[in-house]
């Protein structure tokens, strides 16, 4: 049998805009914050990973948290970059190689737009100089023909945003705190069609830490541990349809989030029905709407009822990105995946402030996406 790892220390830096702060200070923040919920020292860590996509080398954050010699990978995977650290850590960790582990995602983003050129992503300048390198484009393309298939409305997209908004109000270390209407959000300037400006991200500052165990040395730690109970990373088969992919074949084929989540849910033995709460990647608010189905949430389509009728909220049945998600947080890249999984733990232990979901939180679930098209995803449990 595999051996079970906990998650048992977790530590953020807030999320927006700090001037005079480098990213990795940020990290270096969020690792002490997340050793000390733990009720360890750095000297215990025995492995640790970690990554950015702007902000630095998570590595050289060792010359703040002290030199003590310990593996240190770095990773950079797109927006994947957290859940990349984590599949990394919970590996070492499932193999024996060792007991405890720090994760650590960070990032220090400038003002305006992601600038990313093709070449680096295994295209041709053809594509950015045709303007399909525009990410804002291909998303609204891709929600455009998703709501045509799946009678999908265009307020369902503003609630999710409004939704957001609302639960970013009640997070301390949230970048967006002013609550918006499904008006405000259909009424603010059009991007790309149907999305508009505040149904995006936008990328930002910010880091987050998590301390693993395995599961008998979290037993010996003083606060309960939270079991993460699978890790599942994949990437996009030909056929899906993917940001930065040049073409798109006739026939259609499963994404990488719908896979990585049904072999999320395979390993750790529960079904999507089972899960309390969950963190989607909503880098604008169509990502939200497809990722509930791919994930097996719910039925392609479903959508437009759920939303509608409030169950995503917090009050709901299936609370969806309880923090605000990456609309009320922002994106920076390398922390995006591990606050999923900060926000899901805080919410299993009942220690999520104003926004703690009602009733008992058993099972939560995270999925992280990244360019051009791989997805992490995780069950954890009490």
């Known amino acids: 049998m595999t051996e079970e790892v906990a998650v048992v220390g977790l530590g953020i830096h807030p999320f927006g805009r700090h001037e005079g702060v480098t990213g990795l200070q940020m990290a270096a923040v969020a690792a002490r914050r997340a050793l000390d919920d733990a009720g360890i020292r750095w000297e215990d860590v025995d492995f640790a990973a970690g990554g950015s996509d702007a902000g630095g080398n998570a590595d050289t954050s060792v010359a703040a948290l002290g030199l003590t010699g310990l593996p240190f990978?770095?990773?950079?995977?797109?927006?994947a970059t957290g859940g990349s650290a984590l599949t990394t850590a919970h590996a070492m960790l499932t193999s024996g190689a060792a007991e405890v582990a720090l994760v650590v995602g960070f990032d220090k983003h400038p003002p305006g737009a992601f600038n990313p050129l093709p070449e680096?992503?295994?295209?041709?300048?053809?594509?950015?100089?045709?303007?399909?390198?525009?990410?804002t484009q291909f998303f609204a393309m891709k929600i455009q023909r998703y709501m045509a298939e799946h009678g999908i409305s265009e307020s369902t997209l503003a609630k999710v945003a409004a939704k957001a908004f609302e639960n970013g109000s009640r997070n301390p270390n949230a970048w967006r705190r002013k609550p918006l209407t499904e008006d405000e959000v259909l009424g603010s300037k059009m991007v790309n069609h149907p999305l508009t400006q505040y149904m995006f991200c936008s990328p930002g500052e910010g880091a987050v830490a998590l301390v693993l165990a395995r599961s008998q040395r979290a037993r010996q730690m003083g606060r309960k541990p939270v079991r993460l109970r699978s890790v599942a990373f994949r990437t996009r088969r030909f056929g899906s349809f993917e940001v930065f992919s040049p073409s798109i074949p006739i026939a259609s084929a499963p994404s990488a989030t719908t896979e990585a989540a049904a072999a999320a849910f395979e390993l750790a033995g529960v079904g999507p029905e089972e899960i309390d709460v969950a963190q989607l990647q909503d880098t604008e608010s169509g990502a939200e709407i497809m990722h509930l189905a791919e994930t097996g949430l719910c039925q392609h389509g479903e959508q437009e009822r759920l939303i509608q009728n409030g169950e995503t909220t917090l009050a709901g049945r299936l609370p969806i990105?309880?923090?605000?998600?990456?609309?009320?947080?922002?994106?920076p890249i390398g922390a995006s995946g591990l606050r999923q999984v900060h926000e899901v733990v805080l919410q299993l232990r009942g220690?999520?402030?104003?926004?703690?979901?009602?009733?008992?939180?058993?099972i939560g679930f995270t999925q992280v996406y990244g360019?051009?098209?791989?997805?992490?995803?995780?069950?954890?449990?009490?």
Do not use: F
Not at 352 to 361: D, Y
Not at 372 to 379: L, N, Y
């Open 73 to 79: 990978i770095n990773v950079k995977n797109g927006c």
């Open 351 to 362: 220690e999520a402030g104003e926004r703690q979901i009602p009733g008992r939180c058993r």
């Open 321 to 331: 990105n309880t923090d605000g998600g990456c609309l009320a947080n922002g994106e």
């Open 120 to 135: 680096e992503w295994g295209i041709g300048s053809w594509y950015g100089e045709t303007g399909l390198m525009l990410t």
């Open 371 to 382: 360019a051009p098209g791989v997805s992490a995803c995780t069950v954890l449990s009490v």
